[in-house]
């Protein structure tokens, strides 16, 4: 049987990125993140 990761570990291995960058993607300007 295969052994699934919790929330938090999937959480805590992912890859953080800046919300300027994220936003930008979707065509948010950076005067609008927080």
Same mark, same amino acid.
């Given at each position: 049987?295969?052994?699934? /990761?919790?929330?938090?570990?999937?959480?805590?291995?992912?890859? /953080?990125?800046?919300?300027?960058?994220? $936003?930008? /993607?979707? $065509?948010?300007? $950076?005067?609008?993140?927080?």
């Amino acid at each position: 049987m295969a052994e699934f /990761k919790s929330d938090i570990e999937i959480a805590r291995g992912a890859r /953080k990125r800046p919300i300027q960058e994220v $936003g930008g /993607k979707i $065509g948010i300007p $950076g005067e609008h993140l927080l």
